[in-house]
């Protein structure tokens, strides 16, 4: 079955801290509830290529299900690339030249399993490998319990450093404040300045 999200402009909310509310057509009102704070926190930290995807993705099956197990995930660090990455990479609302499972593939693969903060990292030169929730497919040579990793580590003036498939990435400017948004304390919001580096092929990731 097919769940929705349509995020209607509502005058009532503060605007400098919420883009817009959205009447969620969902039959967990806790869900809906945690989905909301999600988007809100998104848009106050000016990741709006994010969050739009984020909206994008509750509309069809595939992501609706990838969003639900946000919520009942023991904790997960998500890696929100910042607008300009995302323009630069080409990936632009409306996402018509993004298939569904691609638009799943790329938020998977920038949600990682566990709390990666700069805090919780080994102190360099050590660093730490972190599974993503995007899952191994055959063509890697995986089996369905295994997922693309990627290695963190500490960087510069409490920023975290992370070593993508090709290429690097850092954190914008560290874990974002959720405690305005107590419903979403399973997670750590850590903006970067660069989109993973994967192709995206009919839908299906694959390392580069």
Avoid at 41 to 64: I, K, M, P
Wanted: glycine letters at 10%; aromatic letters at 8%; a negative charge.
């Amino acid at each position: 079955m097919l769940f929705s999200l349509f995020l209607p402009f509502l005058a009532t909310l503060t605007p400098t801290l919420v883009r817009s509310q959205a009447d969620i057509e969902c039959p967990d009102g806790d869900l809906q509830t945690y989905l909301l704070a999600l988007i809100d926190a998104l848009y106050a930290q000016g990741l709006t290529g994010f969050e739009d995807l984020v909206a994008s993705l509750s509309e069809t099956d595939a992501g609706y299900q990838l969003l639900e197990s946000l919520y009942t995930a023991p904790f997960l660090t998500i890696l929100p690339p910042v607008d300009s990455a995302l323009s630069l990479a080409g990936i632009q609302a409306p996402y018509t030249n993004l298939g569904n499972d691609t638009l799943a593939n790329l938020f998977a693969y920038h949600t990682l399993q566990g709390d990666w903060g700069y805090d919780k990292l080994p102190q360099g030169p050590l660093k730490g490998v972190a599974n993503s929730t995007l899952g191994m497919s055959g063509n890697d040579g995986g089996s369905p319990d295994t997922f693309k990793g990627q290695v963190l580590q500490q960087g510069d003036e409490g920023r975290v450093s992370i070593r993508m498939v090709v290429g690097n990435s850092t954190s914008w400017s560290g874990t974002v404040d959720l405690s305005p948004y107590p419903v979403l304390s399973n997670l750590r919001i850590l903006p970067v300045d660069a989109v993973g580096h994967i192709i995206f092929v009919a839908g299906v990731a694959n390392n580069r």
